[in-house]
């Protein structure tokens, strides 16, 4: 609910658990004055503080007032050049060749409905479901108006950012910085948590008290990177899942971002959050408008898996577009570290004849199958189907498949191009390049200048053919390097710095394109993994592949770090072959599958070279799979552990909507003699019912809850354990 007293420039959105608000003071500043549980209606301005600070400017309106400086003021938006000294959210180069912000209130407007955003990812809520609020604020000598927008979805305690930038004056605006966050708090008293790693090791939480001055995370990569996610969380020092109040900020965008926080002089913290500034700057001709893209913020007075849940349910409920809309998505089987470039036709078929007796439903034919594919050096760039590996095309192979009751699915990466490709040898100069370098290679290829519509339209027209020759109903769209070199021959000198931001827009357009053109097709996003696991991903491809990385173990701190934010229903995870691949460790099918199944869930292994043991139970795990799928893909997800913590297990849990039923989840570490007697205590349970565990007994909910399960003593390494719970 928004609520605006006009009279005192008031504007207070309400969710259903938080209160948000923001006040235009006398000198039409617009300060933010509250955000956290739920308050009643009120003026929340009286805290903040007005005292006469050495060193702080104060702007010429405030006359002699020396209490008044918008350095210590809680902003809205921050402003820089003109007395706030802390991180700004905006910064432009004036046509004298300044670089400088003055904002002021000027108005509102007040709709029903979520607002969208022209080509970029945003929530979606209709009439009944959401509200927006823009705040209009002006830079008289600049000439600009700043629109800030606000979504509020009370239900998920949900509430949305995003910014737009008008040119109004006669000479063009430079942009060299527009956040689409800012947020003041008038403590300093919290921690920050980030999400950090690298290829085959993402999003491992870290989380420290704020210090003294600027601290935070970003990626210059073009992609929003395996190294930092654009996911953060200010909390409570004593915030765990349970309790404390929480604020995650999440930003719908994949390339270069920047979220920092600022622990300042007066006890205060400002957190932005963005585009990264890094080689940005974007020109206004008069009249134009920039969209900075949207973040999704949710606090959560009762600690980080609230925080978690509602995320969740946002993003499955608002955020992703899902072709299958409420039914299961399908088992796949995917064929990539089973054979890597060496396949063809006839092993895929057998792939199939073997995976479908055993409930799997979807072949997925990953990277190799076009061009000049053998290996990684070549053939990125020509979507046409190499007929030496796939005789008579997908015409042939597609039905094959299907005859064995299976669909079938497809691996691309069209923003990227191998010198060796008839691409390549055609438009040299579509790659990105710096002229006078030589452009540096990534798994020895070029990122192409996706920034350029006739690029994307050659791509598209390639893929769209190969995609309609055939009944294909998911496609794995890859992405296998950072962007270096970052120069477009499309563009003059000085709009170099738009590249980036024009790259991911480029992006943006195709994959709306292709779930346009075919709204039946299933999108798994991919970047070597977990490059490019976003919230701006999620609006186009309803599941990201967590990570290359299929290791049970490692996976357990990969999925626990990733779901702070993401949904599990967005999680790719697969049941890949042992030793593993990444890093050579066994563990056993049942710990493989029991991993795998808090995410998408198949395989990624060669179903040929299991014996009859393990193919009875694949066909065991996705038989359970898929009679607990809506419970995994839409229920509650609580972390009952850290993994981080070097405990003796790993536990999770899935609890339905109603509380009627729950999937526990655990997976032991390395084998110990004399293991001590444990007990598991479980959590989102209604203390007022009785519940069987795995089929068995009736075990009160607050029993269950508060005194716990006791777990049997692990045999060898890594076992793993589930217990289904259903309301007796
Ligand atoms: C990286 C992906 O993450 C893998 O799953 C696989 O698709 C390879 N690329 C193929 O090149």
């Known amino acids: 609910?928004?609520?605006?007293?006009?009279?005192?420039?008031?504007?207070?959105?309400?969710?259903?658990?938080?209160?948000?608000?923001?006040?235009?003071?006398?000198?039409?500043?617009?300060?933010?004055?509250?955000?956290?549980?739920?308050?009643?209606?009120?003026?929340?301005?009286?805290?903040?503080?007005?005292?006469?600070?050495?060193?702080?400017?104060?702007?010429?309106?405030?006359?002699?007032?020396?209490?008044?400086?918008?350095?210590?003021?809680?902003?809205?938006?921050?402003?820089?050049?003109?007395?706030?000294?802390?991180?700004?959210?905006?910064?432009?180069?004036?046509?004298?060749?300044?670089?400088?912000?003055?904002?002021?209130?000027?108005?509102?407007?007040?709709?029903?409905?979520?607002?969208?955003?022209?080509?970029?990812?945003?929530?979606?809520?209709?009439?009944?479901?959401?509200?927006?609020?823009?705040?209009?604020?002006?830079?008289?000598?600049?000439?600009?108006?700043?629109?800030?927008?606000?979504?509020?979805?009370?239900?998920?305690?949900?509430?949305?950012?995003?910014?737009?930038?008008?040119?109004?004056?006669?000479?063009?605006?430079?942009?060299?910085?527009?956040?689409?966050?800012?947020?003041?708090?008038?403590?300093?008293?919290?921690?920050?948590?980030?999400?950090?790693?690298?290829?085959?090791?993402?999003?491992?939480?870290?989380?420290?008290?704020?210090?003294?001055?600027?601290?935070?995370?970003?990626?210059?990569?073009?992609?929003?990177?395996?190294?930092?996610?654009?996911?953060?969380?200010?909390?409570?020092?004593?915030?765990?899942?349970?309790?404390?109040?929480?604020?995650?900020?999440?930003?719908?965008?994949?390339?270069?971002?920047?979220?920092?926080?600022?622990?300042?002089?007066?006890?205060?913290?400002?957190?932005?959050?963005?585009?990264?500034?890094?080689?940005?700057?974007?020109?206004?001709?008069?009249?134009?408008?920039?969209?900075?893209?949207?973040?999704?913020?949710?606090?959560?007075?009762?600690?980080?898996g609230p925080m978690s849940r509602q995320f969740h349910r946002a993003i499955r409920a608002h955020l992703i577009q899902d072709p299958y809309e409420g039914r299961r998505h399908p088992v796949l089987i995917n064929n990539w570290e089973a054979t890597y470039f060496d396949f063809d036709a006839d092993k895929l078929v057998d792939f199939a004849k073997t995976a479908a007796p055993l409930g799997v439903e979807l072949l997925v034919m990953d990277d190799g199958w076009f061009g000049k594919r053998d290996d990684d050096n070549s053939g990125l760039g020509d979507w046409t189907v190499n007929e030496k590996k796939l005789p008579g095309g997908l015409e042939a192979l597609v039905p094959r498949i299907q005859e064995l009751g299976m669909s079938f699915g497809i691996w691309i990466e069209p923003e990227m191009v191998s010198e060796d490709s008839q691409l390549y040898r055609e438009h040299p100069d579509w790659a990105l390049r710096i002229p006078a370098r030589i452009p540096a290679r990534g798994r020895n290829q070029l990122v192409l200048d996706f920034s350029r519509p006739e690029v994307r339209q050659r791509v598209y027209g390639q893929i769209k053919a190969v995609l309609s020759s055939a009944d294909i109903s998911y496609v794995k769209w890859d992405m296998n390097r950072s962007l270096s070199d970052v120069w477009s021959a499309a563009l003059p000198p000085e709009r170099q710095g738009e590249v980036f931001h024009r790259y991911v827009l480029g992006v943006y357009e195709m994959l709306d394109q292709l779930r346009h053109d075919f709204p039946h097709i299933l999108i798994e996003g991919c970047a070597g993994g977990g490059g490019r696991f976003d919230a701006g991903m999620l609006y186009y491809t309803p599941q990201i592949w967590c990570s290359d990385n299929t290791d049970a173990i490692d996976r357990l701190r990969i999925q626990y770090g990733t779901s702070f934010c993401y949904p599990i229903s967005a999680v790719g995870a697969h049941v890949s072959a042992v030793p593993n691949e990444a890093n050579r460790r066994v563990t056993p099918l049942e710990t493989r599958g029991t991993v795998a199944m808090s995410g998408t869930f198949g395989y990624e292994m060669d179903p040929n070279k299991t014996t009859q043991e393990e193919k009875e139970a694949i066909k065991a795990q996705v038989a359970f799979f898929k009679e607990h799928y809506d419970l995994i893909q839409r229920g509650d997800y609580y972390r009952l552990t850290d993994p981080f913590a070097e405990g003796p297990y790993t536990a999770w849990e899935h609890v339905s909507p109603d509380r009627r039923e729950a999937l526990v989840s655990l997976v032991y570490g390395a084998a110990h003699a004399a293991a001590p007697f444990r007990v598991l205590r479980l959590k989102g349970l209604d203390p007022a019912l009785r519940y069987q565990v795995n089929g068995r007994g009736a075990h009160p909910g607050d029993v269950l809850m508060s005194a716990g399960w006791p777990l049997p003593p692990a045999e060898g390494d890594y076992p793993a354990l589930r217990l289904y719970l259903r309301a007796v």
């Not at 209490?67 to 706030?84: A, K, R, W």
Request: charged share 20%.
């Open 1 to 304: 609910m928004i609520v605006l007293d006009q009279e005192k420039n008031l504007s207070t959105l309400h969710t259903q658990n938080t209160t948000y608000q923001m006040k235009a003071d006398r000198f039409r500043v617009l300060t933010h004055t509250y955000y956290g549980p739920r308050i009643k209606d009120g003026d929340l301005s009286y805290l903040v503080r007005y005292a006469d600070r050495a060193c702080a400017p104060n702007p010429s309106e405030a006359g002699l007032d020396r209490t008044y400086s918008l350095n210590t003021i809680p902003q809205e938006f921050s402003t820089c050049g003109v007395g706030d000294f802390r991180l700004p959210s905006i910064e432009m180069e004036l046509p004298c060749g300044s670089c400088s912000a003055d904002l002021r209130y000027t108005g509102f407007e007040l709709r029903r409905g979520k607002y969208a955003l022209e080509g970029l990812p945003a929530f979606r809520g209709t009439e009944e479901e959401a509200e927006t609020l823009v705040l209009f604020l002006e830079d008289a000598a600049a000439r600009v108006r700043v629109e800030l927008y606000y979504g509020v979805f009370e239900r998920y305690d949900l509430i949305t950012r995003a910014v737009r930038v008008v040119n109004l004056g006669e000479e063009p605006a430079r942009l060299r910085q527009c956040a689409s966050l800012c947020l003041d708090f008038l403590r300093s008293d919290l921690d920050l948590i980030t999400f950090n790693g690298c290829h085959l090791m993402e999003r491992f939480p870290d989380r420290a008290p704020l210090r003294s001055g600027v601290q935070g995370v970003g990626s210059v990569r073009g992609t929003s990177s395996h190294q930092h996610n654009p996911f953060v969380v200010l909390c409570d020092h004593s915030a765990n899942e349970d309790y404390g109040l929480c604020y995650g900020a999440a930003l719908l965008y994949s390339g270069n971002f920047q979220a920092l926080a600022e622990a300042s002089q007066y006890d205060n913290v400002r957190l932005v959050m963005g585009i990264n500034p890094y080689q940005f700057c974007w020109t206004l001709e008069p009249g134009q408008s920039f969209t900075a893209p949207e973040a999704a913020l949710i606090c959560s007075p009762g600690g980080l």
